[in-house]
């Protein structure tokens, strides 16, 4: 089985990676052709990279310490000048839709596969949760496409990922309080559940940054309200997500952390790239960043006195991440956890939930008036607007109904 060695790999000194602007912003792929894999693969990148420099900001305004912000600059302008060569992969003919529902597919197809391969039960069951969220949003953002252009949302997905309803979006809105949960412990988590961690919140911040930045953008109501409704559940997420990491880490651990997941991001792109050009890509930003994430191990050796490889109590990294279908694994938690909600940092089944669980007032709240994820479908006539005439989400949106009603009469 492929893994991922860092220890093994090669790589490229940082005053050797700044690019010219010819070699920053290359031709971008062709949306009609294109593997919907390397579209996801593209949008993840991003996020990752976005995150890294995002982070390294954070940093370079809280550590008092010249030569760790010096290292942080030189790191964070090779990583800036990755994020923009990722990014501006993403073809200029592709609509702000079409590359929403190549997001959502990323939520989707990555959480599954994280989730199917994290150690950590309570992380898995946060991925999990979290799964069916996104699943619906890819759903809702179908119906737009459907109303907008009459244009089937399969031309983005490519059969790869099903468009049906997860957990309806009108009920995931919860009470700031409901997304308090447990973080790992450093000392015992696997490194895997590290990196699961890095991943998927760079993920979920990136995609609330794009639907925030580019929601406003769109010309239809309905879309700009949809884009803001769906752009609070992946806030939601990006909390829920952030607060599974251990804040004893130190600000150098979190970002060699962070470099490393990069390297270990981009090797597993590289391994099922079927674009060549794009894989090379891969390969090659794989190796810029095993230079940063030695950098930061030295910083950590110099100012805290440890060693890298007692913090990763591990020299390698298996699975890589595969983007590839997942739809028997989604079908199995929609049916099993469409009712789950969180409570006192647990997930439990709506009927055991109490009537003031906060979350119920605030549904109540926000949904007091229309409903854009609501609307979009019932704009439609028959398609995909039929997919939720099906038992299990009926059910569940009675019992939800039910508990809210209840929970007003107390
Ligand atoms: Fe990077
Ligand atoms: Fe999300
Ligand atoms: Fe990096």
Redesign the pocket.
């Known amino acids: 089985m492929a893994q991922f060695k860092p220890f093994e790999m090669d790589g490229i000194p940082v005053e050797s990676e700044y690019m010219n602007w010819e070699e920053v912003i290359q031709e971008p792929y062709d949306k009609m052709d294109v593997d919907p894999y390397t579209r996801t693969r593209v949008i993840l990148m991003n996020g990752i990279?976005t995150n890294?420099v995002l982070t390294s900001h954070a940093v370079e305004r809280m550590a008092d310490n010249p030569e760790i912000k010096k290292q942080m600059a030189e790191?964070r302008r090779?990583?800036s000048q990755?994020q923009q060569t990722v990014d501006w992969l993403n073809p200029p003919d592709q609509t702000i839709l079409e590359t929403t529902l190549g997001y959502e597919q990323v939520a989707v197809d990555l959480t599954a596969n994280l989730a199917q391969h994290e150690p950590d039960s309570y992380v898995k069951s946060t991925l999990d949760f979290a799964l069916l969220e996104d699943f619906d949003h890819l759903y809702r953002y179908g119906c737009l496409m459907q109303i907008l252009n009459s244009e089937d949302p399969e031309q983005i997905t490519k059969g790869k990922t099903d468009i049906k309803p997860g957990r309806p979006t009108s009920m995931e809105h919860r009470h700031p309080d409901d997304s308090m949960r447990n973080h790992y412990d450093k000392d015992e988590a696997e490194l895997k559940t590290k990196m699961n961690y890095i991943t998927i919140t760079s993920g979920e911040q990136q995609t609330e940054l794009f639907y925030k930045s580019h929601g406003n953008m769109c010309s239809d109501d309905l879309a700009r309200r949809l884009y803001s409704e769906i752009a609070e559940i992946e806030e939601q997420h990006v909390t829920q997500y952030g607060l599974l990491g251990d804040p004893n880490e130190t600000m150098l651990e979190k970002v060699a952390m962070i470099?490393l997941n990069?390297a270990y991001n981009y090797c597993s792109a590289a391994l099922t790239e079927p674009n060549r050009r794009i894989r090379r890509l891969w390969e090659h930003f794989a190796q810029?960043?095993i230079t940063?994430f030695n950098m930061c191990a030295d910083l950590i050796k110099k100012h805290e006195g440890r060693n890298i490889e007692d913090i990763m109590q591990a020299d390698s990294i298996r699975p890589m991440i595969t983007f590839e279908p997942n739809k028997k694994y989604v079908d199995k938690v929609l049916e099993e956890q469409i009712d789950l909600m969180p409570y006192n940092m647990e997930f439990v089944h709506l009927a055991d939930l109490p009537d003031n669980w906060p979350s119920f007032q605030y549904e109540k709240k926000v949904n007091s008036d229309r409903i854009p994820s609501e609307e979009v479908v019932k704009g439609l006539d028959g398609g995909l607007a039929e997919k939720e005439n099906v038992e299990i989400y009926q059910n569940f949106r009675r019992q939800m109904n039910e508990r809210i009603q209840s929970s007003n009469a107390k």
């Open positions: 990279e890294s790191i090779a990583d990755q470099q990069e810029m960043e940063h």
